[in-house]
């Protein structure tokens, strides 16, 4: 996708390294959530649950309105290819099914300022589920293009969803791990 051997490698990820850098993440906020003698114990589950489908939501509109802007010009053309048209020209590559760290480190730094900001130690439970509900949905997206469509059929009409995203409307179904928000706004596809 780059001539330069450096912004080619920056554009690759595998999800070993998701895992590799973003569990430890989720682990480390976890502990000092629970650890923090600010914020009752009992609230956590309900702050990490609140980050995950926070995910959920950001993962549909950065989707929908990022991945599949409009572009208007011969640059804007290339910064969506770029971005998420090779994905879609190229729907197995397996070193381009989860995002980059050159993307994911900086919105994570942005999330977690923003749920630091807000609600203080309180934030360590929202960002570690957020950042799990990212997780979740890299790994996701992997199997979908990689793993046999499942039987079980919550997971089969993710998988369904996804694919039809891909090879039957790219207008239409923006959510990966859940298909949730595209009921809510109306882009899920009819069956």
């Known amino acids: 996708m780059f001539d330069a051997p450096g912004l080619e490698r920056l554009s690759k990820v595998r999800p070993q390294t998701v895992l590799a850098l973003y569990v430890p993440i989720v682990l480390l906020c976890t502990y000092l ?5 600010s914020v009752p114990t ?3 589950p309900a702050y990490f649950l609140l980050g995950g489908l926070s995910w959920t939501l950001f993962e549909y509109l950065f989707h929908r309105f990022i991945f599949h802007f409009i572009p ?17 020209r190229f729907p197995h590559d397996k070193n381009r099914l989860v995002m980059p760290v050159t993307v994911s480190i900086p919105v994570a730094l942005l999330i977690w300022c923003g749920a630091s900001a807000l609600l203080q130690d ?7 589920g957020f950042v799990f509900g990212y997780i979740c ?4 997206h992997y199997s979908i ?16 969803s996804h694919l039809k995203h891909h090879f039957k409307n ?5 959510g990966v791990t859940t298909p949730v928000w595209d009921y809510v706004f109306g882009t899920h596809h009819s069956p």
């Open 145 to 160: 293009h990689h793993f046999p469509t499942p039987k079980q059929p919550a997971l089969r009409a993710i998988w369904v």
């Open 122 to 128: 309180n934030g360590f439970a929202l960002f570690a």
């Open 137 to 140: 949905y890299d790994m996701i």
């Open 33 to 37: 959530g629970l650890a923090s003698s």
């Open 170 to 174: 790219p207008h239409r179904s923006f």
């Open 72 to 88: 208007r010009s011969d640059n804007g053309f290339r910064l969506q290819f770029i971005m998420h048209g090779v994905h879609h």
């Open 42 to 44: 009992y609230m956590f």
